[in-house]
């Protein structure tokens, strides 16, 4: 994988993208991080950003932190305040820049959406997501070098994704611990620049997804009303710290992973899919999962999704209906895929 920055005429994305194609990008990517099942990495792949969005992130280190720290020192003038600008344009900033505020503006538009789906029409909501990730297997498939004895290493990615769901505490789930959301920033915005992972789909693992999108909405409508909600926005603080710390380690690690041992860790990425159909099966016993009271005493079922037990469908109108959303998700995934198709993948295969 390169970590070389592609050069562009407006230096904003791909060659060519304007400042506002850049920003609408980032926007897509953002849809893809808010769905379980949907990869942000595999928009980015499709986009044609993803190369430069790993060598942007690689590029940032100990150089960056220090033309901060001088320019700071300097008040923005002279050695320092150029310094700066030079690390800015040698990290590609003003790309991330727009790719990141093109994401949290539809992550925050469209909270709302995704609290009530998975609030009032779960099973639906989950089969859509379900059938969002089956084409998405063949992404890290087609990456690989070779398979064969190699698709072993998919095993103890079933076994994580699997093994995580079913022993994650029933309190962990809606927890308003702020170590739980550094961690849970840290290890979902690893697998958001993933192509075929979906970093909402580890929140969801986690037992933190319905938490992070219901202290999003909580904290939207409490500045509506004119007044903060503190305890989702430093809930909200800690998850982002963690989403920091974690994209700039893991960039690293993901590039050593590819250039060393490509095919082993796509079959590990399937094996995270493949291990993401338990948890997101959607029929469950919705009853025996773990609760979360809302402000109003109102339980949040949606909460219970990550803990609840398996079941089988209850009739053949819930199965049909869920079933028509799956192939809704497998059509709207599998489209997406084959426009991925007509761009080149990321480099060191």
Known sequence: MSSQVTSGSTRTGVPGDSAITTLVKGGLIGIANIIPGVSGGTFALILGVFDRLIGALNNIGPETA???????????????????????????????????????????????????LLQEHYS??????????????????RMMGNRGAILLWALPGVALTVGVSLVIPDNAAGSDNLLIA?????????????????????????????????????LQIGLLDGRIDWGSLFWLGALAVGMGVGILAFARLLNFLFDRFRSATLAFLIGLLLGSLWVLWPFKDISAGAELVGRSGEVKQ????????????????????????????????????????????????
């Open 66 to 116: 220090r033309a901060v720290f001088g320019a700071i020192r300097s008040g923005f003038r002279g050695d320092g305040k150029r310094r700066f600008i030079q690390e800015l344009r040698r990290i590609d900033a003003l790309f991330l820049a727009l790719l990141i505020t093109g994401s949290v503006i539809v992550i925050l538009g469209s909270s709302f959406l995704i609290d009530y």
């Open 124 to 141: 639906p909501t989950l089969a859509f997501f379900v059938g969002l990730i089956l084409p998405s297997i063949l992404v890290p498939w």
């Open 182 to 218: 550094l961690g849970t920033g840290a290890i979902a915005i690893s697998a958001m620049i993933l192509p075929g992972i979906s970093g909402s789909f580890v929140m969801l693992v986690l037992g933190q997804y319905q938490n992070v999108i219901g202290k999003i909405t909580s």
């Open 302 to 349: 949606e909460v219970r999704i990550a803990t609840a037990p398996n079941r089988m469908p209850r009739s053949g109108g819930e199965a049909g209906v869920a079933g028509a959303a799956a192939v809704a998700g497998l059509l709207g995934s599998a489209g997406m895929i084959l426009l991925g198709g007509k761009r080149k993948e990321p480099s060191g295969e």
